[in-house]
């Protein structure tokens, strides 16, 4: 099975930063695309960041020029680097990762993380 391990959040004031690691594991033969969501209360789920395999970025545009998002393919990690956080930045983060876990492209889905609180004070 393939599992998505957060770690990294918090609480922290305005204007601070961390740093979330979504470790992948298990079964893989390929990983795609790899994402930051997040989901505030009473709130839909958004994206965040999103990283391909070969480092192209996008983000959303409450975040750009705040965070940033890489990935090591080796240790098959991806990271959100945020910066200059705000209270409206207070929600839980998910880690998505599309895994290959065969070498048939029927094996390719989405994988989520079990979500990771982050919790910016005023």
């Known amino acids: 099975q393939v599992q998505l391990v957060e770690s990294g959040g918090g609480l922290v004031q305005a204007g601070g930063s961390l740093r979330l690691s979504c470790a992948v594991s298990g079964a893989i033969y390929r990983i795609n695309v790899m994402a930051w969501y997040r989901q505030a209360p009473g709130k839909q789920r958004e994206l965040v960041a999103s990283i391909t395999s070969i480092g192209s970025t996008n983000y959303a545009d409450s975040v750009t020029g705040r965070f940033s998002i890489s990935r090591d393919n080796d240790k098959k990690l991806v990271s959100l680097q945020m910066n200059s956080l705000k209270p409206d930045d207070t929600a839980v983060y998910y880690c998505?990762?599309?895994?290959?876990?065969?070498?048939?492209?029927?094996?390719?889905?989405?994988?989520w993380g079990q979500g990771t609180q982050v919790t910016v004070s005023s």
């Open positions: 998505k990762a599309n895994v290959q876990a065969e070498v048939t492209l029927l094996s390719r889905r989405d994988y």
